[in-house]
């Protein structure tokens, strides 16, 4: 999978990319994730990607040409499956989009800042609008790295068994299961007896019980999807 984001701030993004998980996903080749300057596609004298918003209004707005420009550079070189915009007011980001995407070939992600994207951006280049949730954040740069790491951890030979993404909370609308591991008691803290007992189809019994029971207490409007 390649991953092209476009941001006014690509140092915000960079560190993410360097650790852990989706580090490992880019050394392994499994993804490519390439960060685009909006400033350098403007040829304004001070690097103007934003300005402000006709009809008057506090808040300034990104505007299209610079856009427009990295876009249709990024098209010129290959298809993308989908041009996604990170906003406040997208569909929010749920397991099922993060699966759906995890399939995809090429997406270019653009990050808002400021109020957000002129209007034709929206209507013209973008495909899919997202939201990572019911609050705004000072620009999509935060939110685009939660749905890629949601995308890449996802991505077969990403993870190994021993994560497999396939027991996930929400992946089949329920939460994961308790866990433990060692020591199997301290302080007087025990763990489960079932867990310790070897008998595996009564472990897997048990924790089909624990996630519905988990499911059903924190989060009974799953279990009605
Ligand atoms: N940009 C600002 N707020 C956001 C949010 N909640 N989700 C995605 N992008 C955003």
Request: charged share 25%; aromatic share 8%.
């Given at each position: 999978m390649r991953i092209d984001i476009i941001t006014v701030v690509p140092d915000i993004l960079k560190s993410p990319f360097q650790a852990s998980i989706m580090k490992r996903s880019i050394d392994k080749g499994l993804v490519e994730v390439n960060l685009h300057?909006?400033?350098?596609?403007t040829d304004t004298n001070y690097k103007q990607v934003d300005d402000y918003q006709f009809g008057g209004g506090a808040g300034m707005v990104m505007m299209i040409e610079p856009i427009d420009k990295c876009i249709s550079k990024l098209k010129s070189e290959r298809d993308y499956d989908e041009i996604i915009y990170m906003t406040p007011d997208g569909n929010t980001l749920n397991q099922s989009i993060a699966n759906q995407l995890s399939l995809k070939g090429n997406l270019i992600i653009l990050c808002g800042h400021y109020?957000?994207?002129?209007?034709r951006v929206r209507d013209h280049f973008i495909t899919k609008e997202i939201s990572i949730g019911d609050y705004v954040l000072s620009g999509g740069e935060l939110g685009a790295l939660i749905l890629c790491d949601a995308i890449i951890?996802?991505?077969?030979?990403?993870?190994g068994n021993e994560t497999s993404?396939?027991?996930?909370?929400?992946?089949?609308?329920l939460l994961a299961p308790p866990i433990y591991t060692r020591p199997a008691e301290y302080n007087g803290w025990k763990v489960p007896d079932v867990l310790t007992s070897g008998n595996f189809p009564k472990i897997e019994t048990w924790r089909e019980e624990q996630a519905y029971q988990r499911t059903k207490e924190r989060r009974p409007d799953l279990l009605e999807e």
């Open positions: 300057n909006l400033r350098d596609y109020k957000g994207v002129d209007q951890r996802l991505i077969p030979g990403v993870l993404a396939l027991t996930d909370s929400f992946q089949d609308n």
